[in-house]
Structure formats: structure tokens, C-alpha cells
């Protein structure tokens, strides 16, 4: 699953990207010209992993993890086509919107406006969905003709509701869309379709707005709101784990704002965690929200979906606070699950296989 980063130039993208990947990434602002996006791929921070590895003691501990693309500023006009083509491929856009002032990083519209550079993003995105619903229809109509596919008219049906809520500067991912048509669009990647974590960066002097959760406000379907400040993320990520602990303390924050980029970008994904414990591994493994455990057995291996017998499954909670496996089945905790669970976040699972 891959995140992109977008933003104008000087919105604080390149520094939030270096701050998520803990280590130094070449720029990407290169305008004019066509730039290889920088990816990186991002632990998922995980409690519950960190749990499991105390107890167990595995040889190795692995996190979820998500990519992200550091994407090169956007600008109106001239380069549209350049920077929208990356854009096309990412599952989930990570907007980082300019809020901190500062008269030494000049903004390209002279002003700071987040609101106004969020609507003017969203503006971009509806404008290049118009067009691909245009040449869709144009196409639609002329097979339509031809001939009567009842598939076919509902897609036209959905495409003449979907430009009128793009005409409304609505973006589609805020209209909740049919599972079988969304199945018939996909191909299309629609841009303003795709779930949209707004970053709003804020100034050195705005951290007080960072307590209480960071949450920037209103959000809207498929949008979150993240407050972080790009130059604070980047002290903090230079400091070693108890350092941080003060630091947080210090600034009265209980935890890092790109921890909640993170967790908000994979919630958002509609991506979950199950987990799996033992000696030899302790681990967070991505499956989408409403997983079934067959389907989720084949995310550890093909073949142990191909020869599931059965899952044992715990929740995390249980396990934390009857601390292991043998209290757990005790207490009747550890139930049994056919091929059909719908695996929650969290639950610790244990394949039971034949073959
Ligand atoms: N004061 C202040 N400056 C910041 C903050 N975050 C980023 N900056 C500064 O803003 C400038 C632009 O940041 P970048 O991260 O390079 O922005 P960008 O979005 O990658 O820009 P382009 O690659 O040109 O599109 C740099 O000088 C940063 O140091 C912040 O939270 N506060
Ligand atoms: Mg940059």
C-alpha cells in the first residue's frame, strides 16, 4: 500500500518525508523537470508487536509497514501532467498544506491559507477527474449504440452522477459509491477519489494546538486531519527513544505528530493488523478491515490459505492482561475460528494446517 505526498513547493514535504524515513533523502524539487519520486517505506508503530516481542523474546520482530512517495511540488499550468502522473498510482494521498508562517520560505500564492490551498488541491484533482469522466462518456455512448449491456449503462448512469458531483467541486471521495461499481471503476484511478490525510504543518510558535491530540479540526469522509510541525518532527527525530519521552513530556505531547500521520494514513488505507507470536518471529501482518481468516492465512503464506484447517485466535487485550497462550485457553479465551472469521485488529492468530 503506497501513500503519496503532495503539497506546494515549500509546504514542508521533503522534511516530513525525511522525518518518516528517519534518514536523509535527496530532494526531489527539481521543477520542470521529470523527477523520480523518493519512496520510502515506514514502520507501522505498533504497541502491541513491542508487547508480544517482551514476552517472547523472538529472533525477530517485524512491523506493518507503509511506502510513501515523496512527490515533487505541484504546480498549476506547465507541469500539471508531471506531477499528477505519480499521483495516479498511490492508494491514499498524504496532503502536506503550508500553515506555518515564516517570511523566509516564500509561498508560490504570497499568502498563507490552508484552507485555500486545500481547495485549490482538491480544485486540481475534481479538473482531472472531469476530463477522464468526459472521454469515458464520450466512449460509453457510442458502444451504448451499439450495443444494450446493462453493465455498461449503470456505468453511464454512475458517470453522469459522478460529473455532476464533481461539477458541485465535490470530491468523489466523498460520495459513497455502490461496491460493484466501485469494482467497474477502479481501473480509472480517479484522483479525488482516493483517501486524503490533510497534514497540516504548523509553525514553532502554534505547538500548543498539538495537545489534546492534534486532530486539525472538521473531517470529512474518507479525509483526516493531522496537525504536525515539520521542524519539531525533525528535532524529535534525531533524538534517541528516552530522550523523546522527555522531549514529549516537555512539550506536553504524548506522542509524536508522525505517529499519527502514520496510524491515520493506514486507518484511512482501511488496512488492520492481525498478529502472530512465537519464539521465531513476533509480528504485525496488513490485511484490508473485513478479512476473512482463510484470506488472511495466505497474507503469511499461500499455501497455509490453500490448506487452512482452522485459526486460534486471541484477542490482544486478552493476552496482555492474562499475560500468554496457556491462561488464555484456561479461561477459554483462545477460541477456534473456521476459514470464514472476519479477522479484528488485533487478534492474535495461530494457523492450524494440514498438507
Ligand atoms: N518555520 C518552519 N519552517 C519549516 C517547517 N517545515 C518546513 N519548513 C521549511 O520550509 C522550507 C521548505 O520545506 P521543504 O520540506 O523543502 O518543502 P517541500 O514541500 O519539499 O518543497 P518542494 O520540494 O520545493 O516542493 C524549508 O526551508 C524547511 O526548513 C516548519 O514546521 N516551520
Ligand atoms: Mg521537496
Not at 276 to 283: I, K, Y
Given at each position: 500500500?503506497?501513500?503519496?505526498?503532495?503539497?506546494?513547493?515549500?509546504?514542508?514535504?521533503?522534511?516530513?518525508?525525511?522525518?518518516?524515513?528517519?534518514?536523509?533523502?535527496?530532494?526531489?524539487?527539481?521543477?520542470?523537470?521529470?523527477?523520480?519520486?523518493?519512496?520510502?517505506?515506514?514502520?507501522v508503530p505498533d504497541r502491541r508487536v513491542e508487547f508480544l516481542a517482551s514476552?517472547?523474546?523472538?529472533?525477530?520482530?517485524?512491523f506493518?509497514?507503509?511506502?510513501?512517495?515523496?512527490?515533487?511540488?505541484?504546480?498549476?499550468?506547465?507541469?500539471?501532467?508531471?506531477?499528477?502522473?505519480?499521483?495516479?498510482?498511490?492508494?491514499?494521498?498524504?496532503?502536506?498544506?503550508?500553515?506555518?508562517?515564516?517570511?523566509?520560505?516564500?509561498?508560490?500564492?504570497?499568502?498563507?491559507?490552508?484552507?485555500?490551498?486545500?481547495?485549490?488541491?482538491?480544485?486540481?484533482?475534481?479538473?482531472?477527474?472531469?476530463?477522464?469522466?468526459?472521454?469515458?462518456?464520450?466512449?460509453?455512448?457510442?458502444?451504448?449504440?451499439?450495443?444494450?449491456?446493462?453493465?455498461?449503462?449503470?456505468?453511464?448512469?454512475?458517470?453522469?452522477?459522478?460529473?455532476?458531483?464533481?461539477?458541485?467541486?465535490?470530491?468523489?471521495?466523498?460520495?459513497?459509491?455502490?461496491?460493484?461499481?466501485?469494482?467497474?471503476?477502479?481501473?480509472?484511478?480517479?484522483?479525488?477519489?482516493?483517501?486524503?490525510?490533510?497534514?497540516?504543518?504548523?509553525?514553532?510558535?502554534?505547538?500548543?494546538?498539538?495537545?489534546?491530540?492534534?486532530?486539525?479540526?472538521?473531517?470529512?469522509?474518507?479525509?483526516?486531519?493531522?496537525?504536525?510541525?515539520?521542524?519539531?518532527?525533525?528535532?524529535?527525530?534525531?533524538?534517541?527513544?528516552?530522550?523523546?519521552?522527555?522531549?514529549?513530556?516537555?512539550?506536553?505531547?504524548?506522542e509524536?505528530?508522525?505517529v499519527?500521520?502514520?496510524r491515520?494514513?493506514?486507518?484511512?488505507?482501511?488496512?488492520?493488523s492481525?498478529l502472530?507470536?512465537?519464539?521465531?518471529?513476533?509480528?504485525a501482518?496488513?490485511?484490508?478491515?473485513?478479512?476473512?481468516?482463510?484470506?488472511?492465512?495466505?497474507?503469511?503464506?499461500?499455501?497455509?490459505?490453500?490448506?487452512?484447517?482452522?485459526?486460534?485466535?486471541?484477542?490482544f487485550?486478552?493476552?496482555e492482561?492474562?499475560?500468554?497462550?496457556?491462561?488464555?485457553?484456561?479461561?477459554?479465551?483462545?477460541?477456534?475460528?473456521?476459514?470464514?472469521?472476519?479477522?479484528?485488529?488485533g487478534?492474535?492468530?495461530?494457523?492450524?494446517?494440514?498438507?
Open positions: 500500500m503506497k501513500a503519496g505526498i503532495v503539497g506546494l513547493p515549500g509546504s514542508g514535504k521533503t522534511t516530513i518525508f525525511r522525518v518518516l524515513t528517519r534518514a536523509a533523502a535527496p530532494d526531489v524539487a527539481d521543477h520542470g523537470r521529470r523527477s523520480r519520486p523518493n519512496v520510502a517505506v515506514v514502520k514476552v517472547f523474546e523472538p529472533r525477530k520482530t517485524t506493518a509497514t507503509i511506502e510513501f512517495v515523496d512527490i515533487a511540488g505541484l504546480i498549476r499550468g506547465r507541469t500539471r501532467e508531471m506531477v499528477l502522473d505519480p499521483v495516479r498510482d498511490v492508494d491514499a494521498l498524504v496532503h502536506v498544506v503550508r500553515a506555518f508562517p515564516d517570511d523566509a520560505v516564500p509561498h508560490p500564492d504570497g499568502t498563507v491559507d490552508a484552507e485555500r490551498d486545500i481547495r485549490n488541491l482538491d480544485a486540481e484533482l475534481i479538473l482531472a477527474d472531469l476530463a477522464s469522466i468526459e472521454k469515458r462518456l464520450e466512449r460509453l455512448e457510442m458502444d451504448l449504440k451499439k450495443i444494450k449491456d446493462p453493465g455498461l449503462a449503470s456505468e453511464r448512469d454512475f458517470l453522469v452522477q459522478a460529473r455532476a458531483w464533481l461539477e458541485d467541486e465535490r470530491p468523489l471521495r466523498e460520495m459513497s459509491i455502490d461496491a460493484a461499481i466501485e469494482r467497474r471503476i477502479r481501473g480509472f484511478a480517479f484522483l479525488s477519489a482516493k483517501p486524503m490525510v490533510l497534514a497540516l504543518n504548523i509553525g514553532e510558535d502554534d505547538i500548543e494546538r498539538l495537545r489534546g491530540g492534534g486532530r486539525g479540526g472538521e473531517s470529512r469522509p474518507n479525509t483526516e486531519r493531522v496537525l504536525v510541525c515539520g521542524r519539531l518532527e525533525a528535532e524529535m527525530a534525531e533524538l534517541a527513544p528516552d530522550e523523546l519521552d522527555g522531549f514529549l513530556d516537555d512539550y506536553g505531547l504524548s509524536s505528530g508522525m499519527r500521520l502514520i491515520s494514513t493506514y486507518r484511512l488505507l482501511g488496512l488492520i492481525f502472530t507470536a512465537g519464539d521465531a518471529e513476533c509480528r501482518w496488513t490485511i484490508r478491515r473485513g478479512t476473512r481468516a482463510g484470506r488472511a492465512a495466505g497474507a503469511i503464506h499461500t499455501d497455509l490459505e490453500k490448506h487452512f484447517i482452522r485459526a486460534e485466535v486471541a484477542a487485550d486478552d493476552f492482561k492474562h499475560g500468554g497462550f496457556a491462561s488464555l485457553r484456561e479461561k477459554g479465551l483462545l477460541r477456534l475460528e473456521g476459514r470464514d472469521y472476519e479477522v479484528r485488529d487478534d492474535i492468530v495461530t494457523v492450524r494446517h494440514g498438507g
